[in-house]
């Protein structure tokens, strides 16, 4: 009776903290609040969302992490938080920054129960999402056969990936576009580990790429290959030609509330259109 009733209760307080965040995510986008406040609100309801969500839910602490996860994952656990421990190591040592307090992963053993986590289609597939300072992760034992699990999961996996995206939205207090975002976490994954996606033309001729403001506008309703392709390139060709350093400062910048123009602007010294021409050349020149 009394456990009907605690679950009952967490439930409804879930749903009031999930209609909070809805909340918040509409007086930001509706300038009834500052994105700082926002940010700080946000965070604070997606973090106690997370804590009733995953309260049955086994725990492992690590360094830098608190790994939740079911039972049916408990031989898992441990090579995520050495895999997460490493990827840590590796990504706070390219910002040069490192997160400010320990961070949540939980695992899940399936496709369908990380989607559900999201209210995504079952069929959506993903190995590991950022959202709210939390990492939400597709269990290894999903995806992954052999002897060499713990290695293939160091360098496919989502860890990297997904910590810097955390990294990306504390810097910039979640002033950033979707495709700035995904290029700079393909570029640190693919610093730090190696692994980069496959390029999504077959040969030059069939080679397009967006405009940044349709990639801004509408990232998820686009050829995801082609934006994410895109994404890492823009963010390769400001290393290239302005140095790695750029990215950083952008990313400050734009921690300044500044706009992505201004922050292109700010930083680089030109224009998004200037900066469109200069990276269509590049392509050109390159691919």
Do not use: C
């Not at 039972?71 to 050495?82: I, L, R, T, W």
């Not at 320990?102 to 559900?116: G, M, N, Q």
């Not at 734009?254 to 602007?265: C, K, R």
Request: aromatic share 14%; net charge negative.
């Amino acid at each position: 009776m009394f456990y009907s009733k605690d679950i009952s209760a967490r439930a409804g307080l879930t749903v009031l903290l999930i209609i909070a965040v809805l909340a918040v995510i509409f007086l930001a986008r509706n300038n009834f609040l500052t994105r700082p406040a926002a940010y700080n609100l946000f965070h604070y309801l997606t973090g106690q969302e997370t804590k009733f969500m995953t309260a049955d839910l086994e725990e492992l602490d690590t360094a830098n992490y608190v790994i939740k996860y079911q039972p049916v994952d408990q031989d898992y656990a441990k090579m995520v938080g050495e895999v997460a421990e490493e990827a840590y190591s590796e990504v706070t040592g390219v910002f040069g920054q490192k997160p400010a307090r320990k961070t949540t992963i939980i695992i899940y053993p399936d496709s369908a129960s990380l989607a559900r986590s999201f209210g995504w289609d079952r069929n959506e597939k993903a190995l590991g999402v950022y959202w709210g300072g939390t990492i939400r992760i597709l269990s290894p034992g999903a995806w992954l056969k052999g002897d060499d699990m713990q290695e293939n999961f160091a360098q496919q996996g989502p860890m990297v990936h997904e910590l810097t995206h955390l990294l990306v939205d504390d810097i910039t207090r979640g002033n950033y576009n979707r495709w700035w975002t995904e290029g700079i976490a393909q570029y640190v994954e693919k610093k730090t580990t190696g692994f980069e996606f496959s390029e999504p033309f077959t040969n030059s001729a069939d080679m397009q790429y967006y405009h940044f403001s349709a990639l801004a506008r509408n990232f998820d309703k686009l050829d995801q290959p082609v934006a994410y392709w895109q994404s890492l390139k823009a963010v390769e060709f400001i290393a290239q030609r302005y140095g790695e350093q750029s990215l950083f400062d952008i990313l400050y910048s734009l921690g300044q509330q500044n706009t992505m123009d201004e922050a292109i602007y700010d930083i680089l010294g030109i224009d998004m259109n200037t900066f469109e021409q200069e990276f269509g050349q590049y392509i050109q020149q390159n691919y």
